[in-house]
């Protein structure tokens, strides 16, 4: 494999429904990892498509007296249709009922047949019919039982092939052990590790055609076909050529990046790596379980109502802030909160208030004093003091969104370059170039909106794999040409050709409206008497109540560092953290804002509640708590005194 080569692949998708936001979501941002890499001049591939096989489907045509055939080329339109209205840029789209797919799962069926691999022998146990899977007792729903079964699980007794995961266990515990980065985040690889402690059982690869139809045929038995995850996963190296052309395959595999939801990680960091193990064929080199999307607090459901449909925020806000907000507001590996309000609020304070409120006030001041073309700098224009600092914090984003989109944090990656388009904005207010149009030395205002115009310069191409559409539009107008943006140049300074002529264009990021927020009324004010006595009680007694060992013991405090902070918009008091558990990103909100500037929290080990309920503040999610002493006015983070491992525990 050449070293610039990289391969993203998202999961195929079910077509028992319509997509919904958690599908986009891995969808836009293998998108956005492939455009990146295509920037840096890497030999890129990404792969999407349909997993189209299954019960489900098999029940869904049923229902519609369809063909299972007909149904799913009538359901896959609306993957194509979605993705292609959200702009998403994959090399190949495979679907599991194509020929090329077919062919490569039943040679690599009868391949593990004819060497032992894939054995026949009858299960009695139980099936779960929800996820076509095989469970024992163990896997019930809390209060269920062999005598009260949910109506979704089912007793079963039949004839079935096996494939002998088994054998692979100790070797797949001591390769994710070898590898760290083989599974990632970190605690995803530690709920593998953990799974594993347990005897693994063989694989059930098959279903009796006499009650599921609708799938690959095993090539050894007619009367079976292939249990629908075998069949999906093989689709990572099918739509790369395993078997069929050597020499695409070998350019393409091992895969850099496989993109999964944290409910399919069983599938894809056992069952996948012990099927590669038994074919002979190399590890994918990092397999990336992301978390969900909420709406609030709750967990996104058909049956509650509550799906966002991607489609519905693309037409109203646009493609581009769609897929700038999913980006910007996930911690990768951690789970999301997904509402208008949160939405809005992001979208109006990065987009509409900074990077659009910047765009619009230098293109207006060059159009007004430049002649609508770029201005000519003079020699001082970089070095002098302020524009000196602006750069260096331009230059810091650069470095930024190429550190954390290499280690899956887009959203941190974002966050440096919008503080850039922040430190921009008071470039330009300290500046005043308004001021300075009115003097009659008009090279002060050259020098001041020819370096706003470079920084926008490399902040568009920093958020151009992000969102293409709105910075082709931003490069346009700023002189700075048609193709895509010159990694090379990023770090550069005078890029841009004075005199070239910028272009008219309609306002980025037009400001969005929501209701007004419903605030909690204020408490009834106490009487004089009452207010008086509860002060001095409260200034004189600390009342403490009792707790047990046990009650102590329920509390999981850790050590966690801040990667990054900033403060949560319309809140005077709030901060949004962004910390390292561990290994684990997380992020909370925490009411220090009046006693610690954003920057001056980053770097340090502060210790948290690690186990508290989630809860939505002010819109923003927060998964945990920091520790504080205050007394009076005065607040303190609880911090270490001397260097040690974030997720430490302490107690």
């Not at 069929?244 to 069983?266: M, S, Y």
């Not at 914090?393 to 941190?412: K, S, Y």
Request: charged letters at 25%; aromatic letters at 8%.
């Amino acid at each position: 494999m050449k070293n610039d080569a990289f391969y993203v692949t998202t999961p195929i998708y079910y077509v028992n429904d319509k997509p919904h936001i958690g599908h986009a979501y891995t969808t836009m941002l293998a998108d956005m990892l492939a455009r990146a890499h295509r920037l840096l001049g890497h030999d890129t591939w990404f792969l999407t498509g349909t997993d189209e096989h299954g019960q489900k489907v098999q029940e869904a045509a049923t229902k519609r007296g369809i063909p299972a055939q007909q149904h799913v080329d009538e359901v896959v339109v609306r993957f194509q249709e979605l993705w292609e209205r959200l702009e998403i840029t994959h090399d190949d789209f495979i679907r599991t009922t194509e020929p090329r797919h077919t062919r490569g799962v039943q040679e690599i069926l009868q391949d593990l047949f004819d060497r032992d691999e894939i054995y026949q022998a009858e299960y009695d146990g139980l099936y779960d019919v929800r996820s076509e899977t095989f469970i024992t007792e163990k896997d019930l729903p809390e209060g269920c039982s062999l005598d009260s079964l949910p109506d979704w699980v089912k007793p079963i007794r039949e004839t079935n092939y096996f494939f002998r995961m088994s054998k692979y266990q100790d070797w797949l515990i001591q390769y994710i052990e070898d590898n760290p980065g083989f599974i990632q985040p970190d605690f995803r690889r530690n709920e593998t590790l953990g799974f594993l402690r347990k005897p693994l059982a063989d694989l059930c690869i098959s279903r009796p055609k006499a009650r599921l139809s609708w799938g690959i045929e095993l090539p050894f038995d007619p009367d079976y076909v292939t249990y629908v995850w075998f069949d999906a996963l093989v689709n990572y190296i099918s739509g790369v050529g395993y078997r069929h052309n050597d020499e695409q395959f070998a350019r393409r595999w091992p895969c850099q990046v496989h993109l999964i939801g944290k409910d399919i990680l069983t599938t894809h960091t056992v069952y996948w790596p012990t099927m590669l193990k038994a074919m002979g064929v190399d590890q994918p080199q990092c397999i990336f379980a992301h978390g969900w999307w909420l709406s609030g607090r709750d967990k996104m459901s058909k049956s509650t109502g509550n799906v966002v449909n991607p489609l519905d925020y693309a037409e109203r806000f646009g493609v581009d802030a769609l897929r700038y907000f999913l980006m910007a507001e996930m911690s990768l590996g951690q789970d999301a909160s997904f509402t208008e309000e949160v939405f809005v609020k992001r979208y109006n304070s990065d987009l509409a208030n900074d990077l659009g409120n910047l765009t619009s006030r230098v293109l207006k001041m060059v159009h007004t004093h430049c002649d609508a073309a770029v201005p000519v700098p003079s020699e001082a224009a970089r070095t002098e003091p302020s524009a000196a600092a602006l750069w260096s914090v331009v230059t810091d984003a650069v470095n930024g969104m190429e550190t954390h989109i290499a280690a899956m944090r887009p959203d941190l990656g974002l966050h440096a370059v919008m503080t850039a388009v922040r430190e921009a904005n008071k470039y330009i207010g300290t500046r005043a170039p308004w001021k300075q149009a009115k003097e009659e030395d008009k090279q002060p205002l050259q020098d001041t909106l020819y370096v706003a115009l470079e920084v926008l310069r490399v902040c568009a191409a920093l958020l151009f794999p992000v969102m293409p559409g709105k910075m082709k539009a931003l490069r346009h107008q700023i002189g700075a040409g048609e193709g895509d943006p010159q990694v090379n140049q990023l770090r550069e300074f005078g890029v841009l050709e004075p005199g070239t002529p910028l272009l008219e264009g309609e306002g980025l990021f037009p400001r969005a409206q929501i209701e007004k927020i419903k605030e909690d009324p204020p408490p009834k004010a106490a009487k004089p008497e009452a207010a008086k006595l509860k002060a001095e009680k409260a200034e004189n007694v600390v009342e403490i109540s009792e707790i047990t060992f046990d009650d102590f013991g329920k509390l999981a405090l850790r050590t966690a560092t801040v990667v990054a902070a900033e403060k949560v918009e319309g809140a005077d008091k709030l901060l949004k953290l962004q910390l390292d558990v561990g290994g684990e990103p997380r992020q909370i909100v925490a009411g220090i804002a009046q006693h610690y500037a954003p920057e001056t929290v980053v770097g340090k080990t502060i210790v948290i509640v690690a186990n508290l309920k989630p809860a939505v503040i002010r819109g923003v999610q927060s998964n945990g708590m920091l520790l504080a002493a205050s007394k009076g006015k005065n607040l303190v983070l609880v911090t270490t005194d001397a260097k040690i491992d974030s997720g430490a525990r302490v107690g």
